[in-house]
DNA sequence: CCGCGATGTATCGGACCGATACATCGCACG
DNA sequence: CGTGCGATGTATCGGTCCGATACATCGCGG
């Protein structure tokens, strides 16, 4: 998962660990709370060693004749590679049942933009599908274990349908969406402000400004 | 986590790995998928090490003379101690901060039956400002980084902040529910079936049915 | 001038998962 | 009548990821 992520970003541009843990945290802050370095460093270090990504120590330009003297701490950029690329395209193309779970699923569809539809299609059926099972399995708790469970479990789990009920929804939205042939904006009711005016969305594939 | 989950389920009744697997995989459904063995068996292993229970062959009867011959498999049984009691106590006592992240707050909710009301509402309330802060957090990046992300990611993003803002709701009116010294009956509109007879919950505290 | 919060790299132990292996039981289907 | 398959049941192994911790630099306000 964070091999996926990281390779996805790194794509947009290269960037040094502290760097690529924010970026991480803005792209996933609805899924995860935030990478933990503990994952990250040793995960970019993994990366290097198969050859996916390239790291470079900066030093901005011709330091020879000072090398000691405030000695400009390291900072380490990441650089994907064209193996890596490939990498990326392959893990997309894979997508197992692993993509279906929370966190999958969740990384996955925050690189749609980096997805053919036709895998983005396939993503989503899968998520849906799962979801629905899950739905099954608490209303059949519901259902047929409610006496054996106290009110706050029941609680519990009528919140979860609630989630899965709305999941599923939001999902078939945007299946229909992308079936459609359009980008993904499905239409909130009255959420929170309601900031919504860039009403043209561009033909999903690639669209990521390459930092000049 | 897991720890948790076991000394509570184990005060309702001594229960074998398979079935205990089972019940924690039908008290928890809503949050987290089913727990696995590769998980549960050397946690049992350390809880019993560390005196919290106890582990038993099962051999039903007198089977003194006749040890081979469908030798009756494995099955260990697992039983609470008074300590293991005592251990629970105190982990809920102490309620931290990892106790406010989506899995630990689930598991803690399954067992609200057996925590007190002070604990309760503190941990409802931990909770609450948790999901705040990730609200905010997502409504940052949807209004000040908006431009820099793709429409899918977007999309996500808003996902999750609708999500975050229905449980907050759903906190607000259990916390109210509690302080109110009544037990969880959140009001729910009219999500599935709409099951809903059994309108007089007891007042919670111990209520579970010890099995003779 | 000093501390403190942001930036930045890095490791270690532990929790949990997914795959896998293996054994028994009952029953449905040929 | 047997045989195979799905449910029951115990167990391990490698790998991913987290939380705590350590340490160093930089710029700014008090």
Redesign the pocket.
């Known amino acids: 998962?964070?091999?996926f992520a990281i390779l996805g970003l790194l794509q947009e541009a290269p960037m040094?660990?502290?760097?690529?843990?924010?970026e991480l945290t803005a792209k996933l802050g609805a899924i995860?709370?935030?990478?933990?370095?503990?994952?990250?460093?040793?995960?970019?270090?993994?990366l290097q060693a198969a050859g996916w990504i390239t790291e470079a120590a900066e030093t901005p330009a011709t330091a020879e004749e000072v090398p000691a003297l405030?000695?400009?701490?390291?900072?380490?950029?990441y650089t994907i590679t064209a193996e890596g690329k490939e990498r990326f395209a392959q893990l997309i193309a894979q997508a197992g049942?692993?993509t279906y779970?929370d966190t999958g699923f969740g990384v996955h569809f925050a690189f749609f933009a980096r997805t053919d539809q036709a895998t983005r299609l396939r993503i989503l059926e899968g998520r849906r599908r799962k979801i629905e099972e899950r739905r099954e399995g608490l209303r059949d708790v519901l259902g047929r274990a409610a006496e054996r469970l106290d009110a706050y479990t029941l609680e519990l789990q009528r919140h979860g349908l609630d989630a899965c009920e709305r999941e599923v929804r939001w999902l078939e939205e945007l299946i229909a969406n992308e079936r459609s042939g359009r980008a993904p904006t499905v239409p909130h009711p009255g959420t929170a402000g309601g900031r919504r005016e860039d009403n043209s969305p561009p033909p999903p594939g690639e669209s990521r400004k390459e930092r000049p």
């Open positions: 998962m964070l091999e040094h660990g502290y760097e690529l843990r924010k995860r709370a935030a990478i933990s370095y503990g994952s990250l460093y040793p995960t970019l270090r993994r405030t000695s400009r701490r390291g900072r380490v950029v049942p692993e779970d």
